[in-house]
């Protein structure tokens, strides 16, 4: 009988047919983490395995059996530091096995982390808290209920197992439930009156419980000391009431499924505009709020021109008072460089890319920018996950493309199956059918591609992919308008003059993919690694070391891996200050604080050029970094074409969901390694922003 006609017994009990093949790579490993990748002996000890698999005469062999005979043959061919690697893979191997089975059965080969944000967040429970579902049968439920169309779901089902693309979290969570409300992001209105912030509190708890981000203007409200006619007092403006929503999601998020988030927005001609910018000062207040600046074409030509700029009340549209421009936007930067806010949002940029105008006007975006939504609109994303269309240092656009169109269609689908909180709501999401493809795993594509983040070539790459999935998804959505009628407001929009139809105003955003990136197993959004490898928190009180895949293949292919490399790197996270490491290797992984701020801000306005609405981006700045860089960062995004952007010094915050004290110091001689928390992703380390 010859070895590969040997059935394995698998742990789960499962029988498959010997492979000699999976014996050979497992036995490379081993030698390779001792700094000898011999391919060739490799092969020659493998065939050892199998001759001897054979020897036993046994029509059925446990795997265990197997790895057993691995380690003989590796100690009788006088390789013992390599049977050493091969028991320690054993040995993590079965930590591995055992973390899972916490959290039950895992069926689509998932990361235990992977594993535990589906456990803790998505799957679906009985009232006793008992999970109830797979990860498989949740993106069964999810399939079937977003496949309107009755014969998609087999596509859609497929699409998401190999995890090429995922849509947005409330679509996993409540496809299929009670809730039913699947889309991410929302703006509510909030008018000038106790009725109408009132009114959105409520809503934004209803959004909220189902796991929704919500983001408000308050550029309405009378500013702090104006006088109130109803009770002759005084207002106590914008920053007073929008406690009155952080305490309102403080609530629930208690009983929610994950951490309730929201963007406050305040132009930048508001009197109250100085509070605004200063109010993160005391860490822990308004907690659960981004907070951005709204600046208008005319401040940002002031501050470069060195005018005054005017104050406006905006219950009287009268001027109060000026101020310098420059000394408002320095004291902007100097905020975000202390505390990590306000952000900025480019409010005019952002209108003069409303597609339907005539519905009103943009004022505010979701928790993290990237989406400007009218007053009551919603709309879902869902992510593509690029690492999965690199192979060979080519990109498969045959299997991109057919990716984006049927994404488009589940996305479309979504908005159809969605059941909405409120009427209004229904009725101006339904009016535009706004959705937003993006991407995940970035970072991984430049890496398998060999080409740097932070270089022109890596630039080059985001054009040419965005503008490919913008084409596509723009050319699905015609064909769906033509086979199912345009979004309704359509014959009013921007894009009537350039297409016969359009199931939805806009198609492209790109969101920081957060926890659907970590069931991916890659990079969240558009971020370059943070960490090459890293200590993960997953479980009560235990850390498991994650090392970047595409790296370790590298470093064992070209013989430099060893477990005290890996650990050298968890100091850091970083590869550049480690002689093992090859220069050309260092090129390709360059993390977060690696690269400059100026990378990041000219890898974000790359990638909006071919964004419909806009692009989520943290621009990472090491401890050291000065106030003057983060204005040079504001103004190159202004100049570059970004709609926002959001910078964050590490460290300037005491509570983060990573940490690296060797890392921000570049003191590499201290004991210290890089840690995240099972749902931090990459890029903002607060998790406020990575919401």
């Given at each position: 009988m010859a070895g590969d006609e040997v059935k394995v017994v698998k742990r789960g009990g499962q029988e498959v047919p010997f492979n000699s093949l999976k014996i050979r790579d497992a036995i490379f490993k081993a030698l390779s983490a001792v700094r000898n990748p011999d391919k060739e002996l490799a092969l020659i000890l493998s065939k050892d395995v199998a001759a001897s698999v054979k020897k036993s005469r046994k029509e059925k062999i446990h795997v265990e059996a197997i790895q057993d005979i691995?380690?003989?043959?590796?100690?009788?061919?006088?390789?013992?530091?390599?049977?050493?690697?091969?028991?320690?893979?054993?040995?993590?191997?079965?930590?591995?096995?055992?973390?899972?089975?916490?959290?039950?059965?895992?069926?689509?080969?998932?990361?235990?982390?992977?594993?535990?944000?589906?456990?803790?967040?998505?799957?679906?429970?009985?009232?006793?808290?008992?999970?109830?579902?797979?990860?498989?049968?949740?993106?069964?439920?999810?399939?079937?209920?977003?496949?309107?169309?009755?014969?998609?779901e087999d596509d859609f089902y497929r699409m998401m197992a190999e995890r090429d693309f995922i849509p947005?979290?409330?679509?996993?969570?409540?496809?299929?439930?009670?809730?039913?409300?699947?889309?991410?992001?929302?703006?509510?209105?909030?008018?000038?009156?106790?009725?109408?912030?009132?009114?959105?509190?409520?809503?934004?708890?209803?959004?909220?419980?189902?796991?929704?981000?919500?983001?408000?203007?308050?550029?309405?409200?009378?500013?702090?000391?104006?006088?109130?006619?109803?009770?002759?007092?005084?207002?106590?403006?914008?920053?007073?009431?929008?406690?009155?929503?952080?305490?309102?999601?403080?609530?629930?998020?208690?009983?929610?499924?994950?951490?309730?988030?929201?963007?406050?927005?305040?132009?930048?001609?508001?009197?109250?505009?100085?509070?605004?910018i200063s109010c993160k000062t005391k860490e822990g207040f308004l907690s659960n709020f981004n907070i951005s600046a709204a600046v208008s074409d005319r401040f940002m030509h002031a501050v470069e021109k060195g005018y005054d700029f005017d104050f406006i009340n905006p219950r009287t549209k009268e001027k109060v008072s000026s101020g310098k421009a420059r000394d408002i936007f320095d004291l902007i930067a100097a905020m975000a460089w202390r505390t990590g806010e306000p952000g900025i949002i480019f409010i005019d940029r952002i209108n003069r890319h409303n597609p339907v105008p005539e519905l009103g006007k943009i004022e505010s975006t979701n928790p993290c920018g990237e989406q400007p939504l009218l007053p009551y609109e919603s709309c879902n994303l869902g992510s593509v996950n690029l690492s999965n269309f690199a192979v060979s240092r080519e990109i498969n656009w045959v299997k991109l493309k057919k990716t984006v169109r049927l994404a488009v269609r589940f996305l479309d689908n979504v908005i159809d199956a969605n059941k909405y909180v409120l009427p209004e709501i229904r009725k101006m999401t339904k009016a535009s059918r706004k959705i937003g493809l993006g991407v995940m795993g970035f970072a991984e594509m430049l890496i398998k591609l060999g080409i740097p983040y932070d270089s022109e070539e890596g630039l080059n790459v985001a054009g040419r992919v965005m503008a490919f999935i913008q084409k596509e998804a723009r050319k699905a959505s015609?064909?769906?308008?033509?086979?199912?009628?345009?979004?309704?407001?359509?014959?009013?929009?921007?894009?009537?003059?350039?297409?016969?139809?359009?199931?939805?105003?806009?198609?492209?955003?790109?969101?920081?993919?957060?926890?659907?990136?970590?069931?991916?197993?890659c990079t969240s959004g558009i971020e370059p690694l943070f960490a090459v490898a890293f200590v993960r928190n997953v479980l009560e009180g235990a850390k498991l070391v994650e090392i970047n895949s595409e790296f370790e293949n590298i470093a064992r292919e070209k013989g430099f891996y060893s477990d005290d490399l890996i650990k050298k790197i968890t100091e850091t996270g970083s590869v550049q200050h480690l002689k093992e490491v090859p220069d050309d290797v260092k090129k390709i992984f360059r993390?977060?604080?690696?690269?400059?701020?100026?990378?990041?801000?000219?890898?974000?306005?790359?990638?909006?050029?071919?964004?419909?609405?806009?692009v989520s981006k943290t621009v990472n700045l090491p401890n050291d970094s000065s106030v003057d860089d983060v204005k040079k960062a504001y103004l190159l995004a202004y100049k570059s074409g970004c709609k926002g952007i959001t910078v964050y010094r590490y460290g300037s915050r005491k509570e983060q969901v990573l940490y690296s004290g060797a890392a921000l110091t570049k003191d590499i001689g201290e004991e210290q390694q890089v840690t995240a928390q099972s749902e931090f992703s990459g890029g903002c380390p607060t998790g406020y922003c990575n919401y």
């Open positions: 691995v380690e003989r043959i590796l100690i009788k061919h006088n390789l013992p530091d390599a049977a050493k690697a091969y028991i320690i893979y054993r040995h993590k191997r079965e930590q591995l096995r055992n973390a899972k089975q916490l959290f039950g059965s895992d069926e689509l080969k998932l990361s235990v982390n992977a594993m535990k944000v589906l456990s803790a967040r998505y799957l679906l429970k009985d009232e006793s808290g008992k999970i109830i579902e797979t990860p498989s049968q949740m993106l069964r439920r999810v399939a079937r209920v977003v496949d309107t169309d009755k014969k998609f947005n979290t409330p679509t996993l969570m409540n496809a299929g439930t009670k809730l039913g409300q699947m889309s991410a992001c929302f703006v509510l209105p909030v008018e000038d009156s106790l009725e109408s912030i009132f009114e959105a509190v409520k809503t934004m708890a209803l959004i909220q419980q189902s796991g929704g981000g919500t983001g408000f203007s308050f550029s309405k409200l009378r500013p702090r000391g104006d006088a109130v006619k109803s009770t002759r007092g005084a207002a106590s403006g914008p920053v007073s009431f929008m406690r009155i929503f952080n305490e309102t999601t403080e609530v629930i998020k208690q009983g929610g499924k994950r951490r309730g988030a929201s963007m406050g927005i305040l132009d930048v001609s508001h009197p109250d505009i100085l509070d605004f015609e064909e769906i308008g033509a086979e199912k009628g345009s979004f309704p407001a359509f014959r009013k929009s921007r894009l009537a003059d350039e297409h016969k139809a359009m199931r939805n105003a806009t198609v492209t955003t790109i969101a920081p993919t957060g926890t659907i990136s970590i069931i991916a197993d993390t977060a604080l690696d690269i400059s701020p100026e990378w990041h801000v000219k890898m974000q306005a790359a990638f909006q050029k071919h964004v419909d609405n806009a």
